[in-house]
């Protein structure tokens, strides 16, 4: 199994650039969501998603939109990156309701210019 | 999830000694997940602990959860240049939003 799939690893964008942030995962979770990672601060939620379907706002949402049309995928969208979006982006799904292990992505490491 | 607050950020330690990272709560937590992430990798899940007073060992790890539900520890006993990395607590209640703490950064000497 492949787990949870982000694609891509690196992107350096510009600022009032927009783009997608892939994640699969093939483990049939209905559980995802996406953090961002940035020194200092942990991991942050950003938007998740319990189900084909329904997303909901996490800690912080504004510049990113979501959508979860099936249950393998969970897109995060940039729509006009700002140099303050710069970091580390995780998505991770896990089974069910919480207390499940959650499993993460490899990352993707987004600069912006 | 509830907001949880590590200490200490960072800890440095000889090769053979023990480490110890504390989170803590100002409300009563539903339950609490601990990762590891290594440089440069992402979190791996280590254990849930649900119950109060709870105590969790994984090999030379030691997981416990607070009689009150407010605080909880994770202890590495003799560690090794394996256990560096960024290890943290992450709390959540039934509505999904988990709340990561900060993190302890781990670095060993050989």
């Known amino acids: 199994n492949a787990g949870v799939t982000q694609t891509p690893k690196f992107q350096v964008l510009k600022t009032g650039q927009s783009m997608t942030l892939q994640c699969a995962q093939d483990m049939n979770h209905e559980y995802m969501s996406w953090y961002r990672q940035d020194p200092g601060m942990g991991l942050r939620l950003i938007h998740y998603?319990?189900?084909?379907?329904?997303?909901d706002q996490g800690e912080v949402p504004n510049g990113y939109n979501v959508s979860r049309s099936t249950t393998e995928d969970f897109p995060l969208r940039l729509l006009s990156a700002a140099p303050s979006q710069t970091s580390v982006y995780f998505c991770?799904?896990?089974?069910?309701?919480?207390?499940?292990?959650?499993?993460f992505g490899d990352g993707t490491r987004l600069s912006i210019l | 999830g509830q907001q949880v607050m590590q200490i200490p950020q960072y800890q440095h330690v000889q090769e053979g000694e023990d480490f110890t990272t504390y989170c803590n709560s100002s409300?009563?937590?539903?339950?609490i997940q601990w990762y590891k992430q290594r440089p440069g990798g992402h979190p791996v899940f280590l254990i849930q602990?649900?119950?109060?007073?709870e105590v969790k060992k994984q090999k030379r790890l030691t997981f416990q959860f607070g009689e009150a539900k407010k605080n909880s520890s994770l202890h590495i006993t003799a560690t090794q240049t394996t256990d560096v990395g960024t290890y943290f607590c992450v709390s959540g209640g039934s509505n999904y939003k988990l709340t990561f703490g900060k993190g302890t950064l781990l670095t060993v000497n050989p």
């Open positions: 998603s319990v189900g084909a379907g329904i997303t």
């Open positions: 602990l649900v119950k109060s007073g």
């Open positions: 409300t009563t937590l539903s339950n």
């Open positions: 991770a799904s896990s089974r069910g309701r919480f207390g499940q292990p959650q499993h």
